[in-house]
């Protein structure tokens, strides 16, 4: 999800859907493009993506970005993007991809969910309260754009339950603009800051270990039933390491963690 700006948008982004507007897809198997969209692709992963992804693998967070992600730190950012690795086949294919469609399905990515929607935040007035914008951008290729079953940018969300993903895509998004500008100062994107950064934000497993494991509950106050909540909940483990990126790097305060 990224930062839209309405007056220098790219037409090729696709038609932007006002709120209660409608688009018609279908997709389903036996539809002469299926599966066709898995395949050769920039697929982004949110933190949250992560989370549901290595427990539908049942694998350590340590284990699916070794296996399944490349970390790109593009010029000019501050913060890396973290990509599905394609199979190493002649098509590129999704790895989770077999014959039969999606092998985690019910735990599919934002970006794969909400296809053929794309999304992003429109900031107005008020920074703490941006818009959610939606755009309908099908490839050429895709025949479910010509079915006629109609749908709005929230009833397409309910359908496909992804209303947990845009909150904690909504949250991951806030957080990441705030990396617009340098917080790595002369140690640069590679330091250990940022590498504490990137564990709190993409490896629950290891910020939990680093948490409860090490001086860090000396060093930092954390509510209690906040603590409690993230012995047992990576989706807690990742707000609390989204709250302390903001802390740590940003100085901004937080009604769950403070410094003692």
Not at 137 to 142: S, Y
Not at 227 to 250: E, H, N, P, Q, T
Request: hydrophobic fraction near 35%; glycine fraction near 6%.
């Amino acid at each position: 999800m990224k930062t839209v700006d309405l007056e220098s948008l790219d037409p090729k982004r696709g038609r932007q859907l006002a709120p209660g507007e409608t688009f018609r897809f279908r997709c389903y198997p036996g539809i002469g493009c299926f599966n066709r969209c898995c395949r050769n692709l920039n697929l982004f992963l949110y933190p949250y993506d992560v989370i549901r992804l290595k427990r539908c693998l049942e694998i350590s967070s340590d284990q699916f970005l070794d296996r399944y992600v490349d970390v790109v730190l593009r010029e000019g950012n501050h913060f890396p993007d973290v990509l599905l690795r394609m199979a190493e086949n002649e098509e590129k294919t999704c790895p989770f991809l077999t014959e039969d469609g999606c092998a985690v399905y019910p735990h599919r990515p934002d970006t794969c969910r909400r296809f053929p929607l794309e999304q992003g935040l429109l900031y107005g007035d008020d920074p703490e309260r941006p818009e959610v914008v939606h755009f309908f951008r099908p490839p050429d290729f895709c025949l479910g754009q010509n079915e006629p079953t109609e749908w709005t940018a929230d009833t397409w969300s309910s359908d496909q339950e992804a209303e947990r993903y845009e909150k904690m895509t909504v949250r991951w998004a806030k957080l990441k603009q705030l990396f617009d500008r340098d917080p790595w100062g002369p140690e640069g994107p590679e330091g250990s800051r940022a590498k504490m950064a990137f564990m709190a934000t993409y490896n629950t497993d290891r910020f939990r270990e680093f948490v409860f494991e090490s001086s860090f509950l000396r060093r930092y106050k954390v509510k209690k039933e906040t603590l409690k909540r993230c012995r047992i909940s990576d989706s807690a483990m990742l707000l609390l390491g989204f709250d302390w990126v903001a802390l740590f790097l940003f100085g901004l305060p937080s009604k769950k963690i403070k410094p003692r």
